[in-house]
């Protein structure tokens, strides 16, 4: 069975440029997450999907994040613009429902640097 | 809200010694305990769980922890390390109910096995 896949792998840009990422979930799983991993901290939840639908997106600074899920299978993160702050990996996850203790599966994450 | 802490950044250890990897938790509400590690250059994968039952829970690669809720721990254990453990491992809770299977994790621990 095929993990989450994410890619690009690594990307470069510089600052004020535009930017996204992309996910897809293992198959069957209708939850996605999507979360941000800073240097030397644990990973912190941006937003979290159940099907298509945001259903809790309190911490993700709308101002220049954006997200979506259509068809409630893939998903893309998008910056607009970039800040050197938004230097960090960005990590996608998804389970097959939202029970409390339900494993997520994570997938290997999308490195951003920005210049 | 909850929140995880990991004293330890970093955990150096001789391989086929014994190691135990500190996380304590702080919530109002019960939560289920997560410990995941995270290999260079790959994704976060579950280690083990803990949702109820017995409080010693196992994974299959070796190691244990153990649900202390007078002391808000969930300690990870393993008696013999090898080289292959090296990793960063992260704790993390999520709420009985209400919070979404939103974890919330702790800032890691590296781990770094030598020979």
């Known amino acids: 069975e095929a993990g989450v896949v994410q890619s690009p792998r690594y990307k470069i840009i510089e600052k004020k440029q535009p930017v996204a990422f992309w996910c897809n979930p293992i198959s069957g799983h209708n939850t996605l997450y999507w979360y941000l991993q800073n240097l030397g901290q644990g990973p912190e939840l941006l937003i979290r999907y159940e099907n298509e639908e945001a259903v809790d997106d309190s911490q993700l600074p709308k101002d220049r994040f954006s997200a979506e899920r259509l068809k409630g299978v893939d998903s893309t993160l998008k910056i607009q613009p970039a800040e050197l702050g938004d230097s960090a990996v960005y990590l996608c996850a998804s389970s097959q429902g939202t029970s409390a203790g339900e494993t997520q599966y994570f997938g290997p994450g999308t490195r951003l640097l920005v210049l | 809200a909850q929140s995880v802490t990991q004293l330890d950044s970093q955990v150096p250890v001789f391989e086929e010694a014994p190691v135990e990897l500190r996380c304590n938790y702080s919530?109002?509400?019960?939560?289920?305990l997560f410990w995941y590690v995270q290999y260079p250059n790959q994704g976060l994968q579950l280690l083990l769980k803990?949702?109820?039952?017995?409080?010693l829970v196992e994974s299959i690669n070796g190691f244990e922890a153990e649900f202390n809720k007078s002391q808000t721990s969930f300690h990870l254990r393993k008696p013999s390390v090898h080289i292959s453990d090296t990793a960063e491992y992260f704790c993390?809770?999520?709420?009985?109910?209400?919070?979404?299977?939103?974890?919330?994790f702790g800032t890691g621990t590296q781990l770094k096995v030598e020979l």
């Open positions: 803990y949702l109820s039952g017995s409080t």
């Open positions: 919530s109002s509400v019960s939560v289920y």
């Open positions: 993390a809770v999520t709420r009985f109910t209400g919070g979404g299977n939103k974890l919330t």
